[in-house]
């Protein structure tokens, strides 16, 4: 069975640290992306990567960045974390193609406190 | 600008009972549309993907269809059961390089 792991499914952190969010595919997806889920707003696009090494900013990069080392793992940092920062967050790939679909992690539900 | 509105925004009926959801997008070109169901606290999974030369799509007790022309989508549920309590989310792309429009979501509770 395919499948997207995020490293966590509950993370509290403090406000002003650093935060890792980690997150793995086993399909050998071309395209990655991390989302924030808020209620009444739906899913934001924050960074996503076509290739290794390669990323792109969504719709909401600030206070974010991405890492994508290697093809199968893409990792959010949040530099200093903020509350404004709590949030589900969604890792999710792809591959490409016209009948393309998203396969989406778990989620981390994150709080700052 | 592209956009993904779906309607209602929430519903509730009665289990056995059928519903269905509706989604309207202005995204442009069209490349396709995807269909998710999202649990509470869980990530969405993909029930159903349609691109533009195809009207139907069913996956069980699902069933989509889409309207090219009026840019209209609709996912019909047949005989509800209480594990279909979820938000279902339409998604729209334009193209095959992963920007994708999502909808706000139709949450839909199913009672006994």
């Known amino acids: 069975d395919v499948k997207v792991t995020q490293s966590s499914r509950y993370l509290v952190k403090r406000t002003g640290e650093k935060v890792f969010l980690e997150c793995v595919q086993d399909m050998d997806h071309e395209n990655m992306f991390w989302y924030r889920q808020d209620p009444g707003l739906g899913l934001r696009l924050i960074y996503f990567s076509y290739d290794v090494k390669m990323k792109e900013k969504g719709d909401i990069p600030e206070g974010y960045s991405v890492s994508r080392e290697k093809k199968e793992r893409f990792s959010l940092i949040l530099e200093s974390a903020s509350t404004n920062q709590t949030s589900m967050y969604l890792c999710?790939?792809?591959?490409?193609?016209?009948?393309?679909?998203?396969?989406f992690g778990s989620g981390t539900r994150l709080t700052v406190v | 600008k592209n956009q993904v509105e779906q309607s209602p925004q929430s519903l509730i009926i009665l289990e056995g009972k059928n519903c269905t959801l509706q989604?309207?997008?202005?995204?442009?070109?069209?490349?396709?549309l995807r269909w998710y169901k999202q649990d509470t606290g869980r990530g969405p999974v993909s029930l159903t993907i349609?691109?533009?030369?195809?009207n139907t799509k069913s996956n069980g007790r699902y069933t989509a269809t889409l309207d090219a022309d009026t840019k209209q989508s609709s996912l019909h549920i047949t005989a509800s059961q209480l594990s279909d309590s979820a938000s279902y989310i339409c998604?729209?792309?334009?193209?095959?390089?992963?920007?994708?429009?999502f909808g706000d979501g139709t949450t839909l509770t199913v009672k006994p």
């Open positions: 998604v729209v792309s334009p193209d095959p390089d992963g920007k994708s429009t």
């Open positions: 999710a790939s792809s591959t490409i193609g016209y009948n393309y679909g998203y396969t």
């Open positions: 989604c309207n997008y202005t995204v442009s070109p069209f490349s396709n």
């Open positions: 349609m691109t533009f030369s195809e």
